[in-house]
């Protein structure tokens, strides 16, 4: 089957970053044409003139089975949020996990996320419902010391065991996650990279989060946490560090060497109100590669890719006193190509080329928030002007997934109704 989407400012985020006026047709999952005028017709013809068509974008850390957890936990200092979420992980059921997770695709669909890295756990679980949903994702099975688990079992061999049920799926890949050095010891810490390693598959963590956090682990080891995990041999190219608010030079040197990636979390870093601002600049200066994520529904409250973004550039303007600081040529990167690269995936998706996977989404031009709108422009309006309702079609691996309002392969209307008693079970829990 092709599809052709026809008459777009096709973004193409290619190496020369070209933005175009032309067609893209689809056929078999990937891109086969980029241009001015396809000249062929298609199974399905889409008229996308006068809007956006751009990558999807990869959200490189959440955690969406906590969707149906909105409001649950708001408003509290950090320590008693931690308490009273690790409670509610603790009773979770299948059923509203699966729910969340849902929920949480259709959020992602609905604002124009392609592919995104999840950490949790009972990630075989959240995998059919993001198989059903028809989304492209990563989903980390999050280890720690049996000691602080609710888990059954060694959590790096429940992760094993998880990985080695799912090969071989088109769109989900089973990684390996880490929940911070405040519950991972050293072995637990080494087997995780090592699992990594072993089946080439990324590792996401989360990372000098918090100043007590950072404080807490030097006082027990001499060490600050990025300094303990290159100590140890536990970084690599395939980590990719959540939040990482807290470092010096040394450890963004560090994870440079390691030639790791980073995905920082500005929204939930701020609603918490944790402090410490992701180095950017730096990690760009010494070789990390920087993507974005949202961070779960309970400390960020959305999924929005956009707002992401755009608060990205506020924070690092602000703080650093300078508007040059951070592009938006540079954050529509970050949301695109570093997510890419950052989960091993750039040979196949993160622009528009021929032959990459067909991973699309396409904005409303119509839109007044985007207009004016030509091409010197458009990238500026991405990042600065865009919201997650412009998206008009999502399409993963060729397939369709949202038009126009419509949903191709979630029951809107069962998940959405069904949301608001999960989100009570939890409460009273």
Known sequence: MVTVIRGATVVTQNANRDVLV?????????????????????????????????????????????????????????????????????????????????????????????????????????????????????????????????????????????????????????AVGLQGVYVCNEETCVSARELSDNLGVPLNLHLSETRGEVNEHKRKTGMRPAEWLAHIGALSERCIAAHAAWLTPREVSLMGEAGMSVSTCPVSNMKLATGGIAPVPEFLERGVNVSVGTDGSTTNNTLDMFAEMKTLALLQKSSRWDPTVVTAQQLLDFATLGGAKAIGMADEIGSIEAGKRADLIVLDGKAPNLRPLVPENVVSNIAYSASSLNVRLTMCDGRVLYRDGMYSTINAEDTLSRSEGAWSYLCRR
């Open 22 to 174: 032309g067609d893209v047709a689809v056929e078999g999952g990937r891109i086969a044409y980029v241009g001015p005028s396809y000249d062929g017709t298609g199974d399905e013809e889409i008229d996308a003139k006068g809007d956006v068509l751009m990558p999807g974008m990869v959200n490189t850390h959440t955690h969406v089975a906590m969707s149906v957890m909105k409001g649950v936990v708001d408003d509290l200092r950090f320590d008693e949020f931690l308490d009273r979420v690790f409670v509610i992980d603790s009773d979770r059921t299948d059923a509203d996990m699966e729910l969340g997770a849902t929920l949480g695709c259709m959020e992602m669909i609905r604002g124009g996320t392609t592919t995104f890295v999840d950490l949790y756990y009972s990630q075989d679980v959240i995998a059919r419902a993001v198989e059903a949903a028809g989304l492209r994702a990563v989903l980390c099975w999050c280890c720690l010391d049996e000691e602080f688990t609710t888990q059954k079992g060694n959590p790096v061999d429940n992760c094993r065991r998880f990985c080695a049920s799912l090969s071989g799926s088109n769109r989900i890949t089973p």
